[in-house]
């Protein structure tokens, strides 16, 4: 009976680009049950540590676009938009629990790198602060994942396509990725091949 559930869960991969995120859901064994794109905010600025925190504390003033913003200014938008993406994520889990058959039992994101343990110090950090953005929405999946039950998993972009092989015995996944676009039709871009990778590497 535990493998009848085990062989009935899905996993799905994510791929984030700034605020946005690719999903793609994948029954054990590599069916196709969901691909979807969502927004985790609206109507708010997605990079606010990249932009707004770099703007506070002197950086790319020289640029078009930047705009004056005091540090705590810049703090308060930082925690407005990652309140935003909490909700979001939550939202959009919850929406593609209830649009697929198979229950789901894990997801798969990009590891994160460590950074700075506070905002003043992510914002602060010159190398912090271009990836601070990407991983707050990362971690607001992995929160609401985990609020649903579901196991997270952290895979490597450089060696999620060798470990989703492995799951599933083969030397490669390419045949069976490029099936999977000409089966579901376009987009089929590199992020949704990329995501089903990681989502064929967190269920098997």
Not at 124 to 136: E, G, H, K, P, Y
Not at 150 to 157: F, H
């Amino acid at each position: 009976m535990a493998k009848e559930r085990t062989q009935k869960t899905a996993a799905v991969g994510v791929v984030e680009h700034g605020n946005s995120a690719v999903l793609v859901t994948l029954a054990k064994g590599g069916g196709l049950l969901d691909r979807r794109r969502v927004d985790l905010t609206e109507n708010l600025p997605t990079h606010p540590h990249h932009h707004q925190g770099s703007w506070a504390v002197g950086r790319y003033l020289d640029s078009p676009w930047a705009r004056p913003i005091s540090l705590a200014d810049a703090i308060a938008l930082v925690e407005r938009v990652r309140e935003a993406a909490a909700r979001g994520a939550r939202v959009h889990l919850e929406a593609l629990a209830s649009a697929v058959t198979v229950p789901i039992a894990a997801i798969a994101i990009r590891e994160c790198p460590a950074l700075p343990p506070t905002v003043e110090a992510r914002i602060a950090d010159n190398r912090a602060q271009t990836v601070a953005d990407s991983v707050m929405y990362r971690k607001a999946l992995a929160n609401a994942a985990s609020e649903r039950g579901w196991s997270v998993k952290w895979y490597a972009r450089d060696r999620v396509f060798g470990d989703a092989a492995s799951a599933l015995g083969r030397n490669d996944i390419n045949a069976l990725l490029r099936e999977m676009g000409r089966t579901i039709g376009p987009p089929w871009q590199a992020a949704h091949r990329l995501a089903a990778a990681a989502a064929i590497a967190a269920i098997g």
